[in-house]
């Protein structure tokens, strides 16, 4: 896997050591969330790859991203089974499913504005040098390597020590992808991480999507665009009001089906023609 | 300096044909960007200001050694709770309760030293211990009701001033002070660590070389560097090498800047925000340690007003009220302007009771410019 890694001049923080294609690294069965009174997941079952790329659909509300946020440690499921390789997982937190290799852009990004880009980058995960009591953070060296990740994606950063509240939405949320793909040592969670991106910038996550895939990590991808999930998935769940409508190959769905499924089923097609075609 | 591997090393750095890249827009970020940058640069104007204001009005002894470092004593005081009180509010929490613990420390410290005859290092750290049980309640009610730490702390301002009350009048039978702490801790080894001056043979040297005055009866019209200087001083020092260069230092902003956001990239926020209350209900405890030595007594109105006076010196310092940004540095200027207003009245022809407008007029401005300093830096709008 290394050697591919290197050619395609990915640089991560940790050298993954990750099973073989088509293990399964996340299994859930019958997850609930419930918040309250509030269903967010009303039984849940999918399973995450490793070297394939799970495509979560759906509508707005239909619980993507509680469902990420559960498998990032952010919420602990109500009910239901969550296997870490075969295993029993109980996160206590974000950390536990960072411990677990899991990297996730949430879909709020998790940055702080009043933060540099660089501290931003290397928040909760600031490597250090020096013996206790004297750790340190050598941020000259982060702020290089902020900096080429940035380039990577195709933001030129003018200043790593520049508050991450100065940049534009898209910048932003290039800097949470870039950390997630900088971290994510077996699997990589995006939530909507296009929606406020250029088209060079938008590309350029696809073929990171491609690029991470190839290196043997799973990926979880949520997005409103069926010709991105389809570009880019092997794999397609659908969510609709907090439950699964299905899982998909992709030789087994097109791209209509497909979109057609992620509007709850929904007459598309009439609405589609009241647009004359555009939707 | 090996690269710690539980934290994975930084790719693209270790080998050496790996050359540092750098966008040319850079280097562009001039001097005056990276200075406007810094949270502390209201302070140090502050201080230039005060300062020019004083060359003026003030009487020349002012502006001696002996001057300075009577100066210095009581911005020390304060400035030591002062720097834990902005890495606490970096941290996006209040603590209103450390005047009270001023008093409450020094309830306490007496108690172990007078009443249960401890050894004074004994006393002292059974005494930080108590306050860092007291910080940490602070802490545990503020995450277990989620209540904002302004009104949880103002309940234990009134707490700790009534238990110190209290707990005086049992002590000493009916008195609100207690005295004897010169004598009981006159032959510990540890007391000049506590008490005193520092560098006494240096200034005693200078005085020979001519360099410093000398009193009618031959001693340096300064004795040495008040310890609570030094202490000030090495506490400033590394509550900003903390801040700057260390992971909880990052940890500490993220945690004031967004809670939420940084729980979700693995900071342990709550953990964090328990440290600092701990952190600042010690400096407090220990600031009440050191003035308790410094007086040979303890009082039950030890540290009135304090806790405001160091949230105005955080403030004036850089540091936001709603978290996030800040500086130890700068915490460490406001006190100074403090010590010089309050003690540099006195050396002028007006009335010292101009010290409170003083304050009050610092404080609006220090909150005015920061307000404007945070939307540059930020690009807010
Ligand atoms: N913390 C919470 N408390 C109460 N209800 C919540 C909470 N989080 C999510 N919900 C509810 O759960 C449902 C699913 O929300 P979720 O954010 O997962 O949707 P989504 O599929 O990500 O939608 P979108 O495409 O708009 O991002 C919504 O109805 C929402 O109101
Ligand atoms: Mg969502």
Redesign the interface.
């Known amino acids: 896997m290394n050697h591919i890694a290197n050619s395609m001049g990915m640089?991560?923080?940790?050298e993954p050591t990750l099973p073989a294609r088509g293990t399964p690294i996340i299994e859930i069965t019958d997850l609930r969330k419930e918040f309250g009174q509030v269903i967010a997941l009303a039984g849940v079952s999918l399973t995450v790859r490793a070297g394939e790329v799970l495509c979560l659909l759906g509508d707005n509300g239909a619980g993507k991203s509680t469902l990420i946020k559960t498998l990032?440690g952010?919420h602990a499921p109500t009910t239901g089974a969550f296997m870490v390789d075969g295993e029993p997982a109980r996160f206590r937190?974000?950390?536990d499913a960072?411990n677990a290799g899991i990297a996730?852009v949430?879909q709020?990004?998790?940055?702080?504005?009043?933060?540099s880009i660089t501290?931003n980058f290397?928040?909760?995960?600031?490597?250090?040098?020096?013996m206790f009591p004297f750790?340190?953070?050598?941020?000259t060296?982060?702020s290089?390597?902020t900096?080429?990740q940035m380039?990577k994606i195709g933001i030129?950063?003018?200043?790593p020590?520049?508050?991450v509240?100065?940049?534009s939405g898209g910048e932003r949320q290039c800097v949470a992808i870039a950390r997630a793909v900088y971290f994510g040592a077996r699997v990589l969670i995006l939530d909507e991480p296009t929606s406020a991106l250029g088209v060079a910038q938008t590309s350029m996550v696809l073929k990171y999507i491609s690029q991470v895939r190839a290196e043997g990590l799973a990926v979880i991808f949520i997005t409103h665009n069926v010709r991105h999930a389809y570009a880019v998935g092997d794999a397609f769940t659908v969510l609709n009001r907090g439950k699964t409508l299905g899982t998909f190959r992709k030789n087994e769905i097109d791209m209509e089906q497909l979109q057609t499924l992620m509007a709850g089923g929904r007459e598309m097609q009439s609405l589609s023609d009241e647009l004359g075609g555009m939707v | 300096?090996?690269?710690?591997t539980t934290?994975?090393?930084?790719?693209?750095?270790s080998s050496p044909e790996s050359p540092?890249?750098?966008?040319e827009?850079?280097q562009?970020?001039g001097f005056l960007v990276r200075l406007m940058?810094r949270p502390e640069l209201g302070a140090i104007g502050g201080l230039i200001i005060v300062g020019i204001f004083f060359l003026f009005t003030a009487n020349s002894a002012m502006f001696t050694l002996n001057g300075g470092l009577t100066i210095m004593n009581p911005s020390a005081q304060l400035g030591i709770m002062a720097v834990a009180v902005s890495l606490l509010m970096i941290g996006g929490e209040f603590d209103l309760s450390i005047g009270s613990m001023v008093a409450f420390a020094g309830l306490v410290f007496g108690i172990f030293l007078l009443e249960w005859h401890f050894p004074l290092i004994i006393a002292v750290a059974a005494t930080l211990v108590v306050a860092a049980l007291v910080g940490a309640i602070n802490g545990a009610v503020v995450q277990a009701t989620r209540l904002p730490s302004f009104i949880v702390t103002l309940a234990f301002f009134f707490i700790l001033r009534g238990l110190s009350l209290v707990g005086l009048k049992i002590v000493t039978g009916g008195t609100t002070q207690l005295r004897g702490f010169t004598e009981a801790t006159a032959d510990s080894v540890f007391t000049p660590l506590f008490s005193g001056f520092a560098f006494s043979g240096l200034f005693r040297r200078l005085a020979d070389l001519g360099l410093i005055e000398l009193l009618p009866d031959g001693t340096p019209a300064a004795p040495g560097i008040p310890i609570a200087v030094v202490w000030f001083v090495f506490f400033t020092a590394l509550a900003t090498?903390c801040l700057l260069?260390?992971?909880v230092g990052?940890?500490i902003?993220?945690s004031g800047?967004?809670a939420?956001?940084?729980?979700?990239?693995?900071?342990?926020v709550d953990r964090v925000k328990m440290g600092l209350f701990i952190l600042t209900a010690c400096s407090a405890a220990f600031v009440g340690i050191l003035t308790v030595m410094d007086a040979g007594s303890t009082d039950a109105m030890r540290g009135l007003q304090k806790e405001f006076q160091a949230v105005i010196a955080a403030v004036i310092g850089g540091c936001?009220l709603t978290g996030?940004?800040g500086s130890a540095l700068g915490a460490f200027f406001g006190s100074i302007i403090f010590g010089i207003v309050s003690i540099g009245l006195s050396y002028t022809t007006f009335d010292s009771d101009w010290f409170q407008v003083f304050l009050g007029v610092m404080l609006l401005i220090a909150v005015i410019f920061n307000n404007h300093l945070?939307r540059k830096?930020?690009?807010?709008r």
């Open positions: 640089h991560r923080a940790h990032s952010v937190g974000p950390r960072q996730t949430f709020d990004l998790a940055m702080i504005p009043l933060m501290r290397f928040m909760g995960r600031e490597p250090t040098k020096g750790r340190w953070v050598d941020y060296a982060c290089t390597v900096h080429d380039k030129d950063v003018r200043d020590d520049q508050a509240g100065t940049l | 300096m090996s690269i710690d934290s994975g090393p930084l790719p693209g750095r540092v890249s750098r966008d827009r850079l562009t970020t940058r090498w260069k260390t992971k990052n940890w902003f993220a800047g967004d939420r956001a940084a729980r979700n990239s693995g900071v342990p936001l996030g940004y945070r830096v930020t690009g807010e």
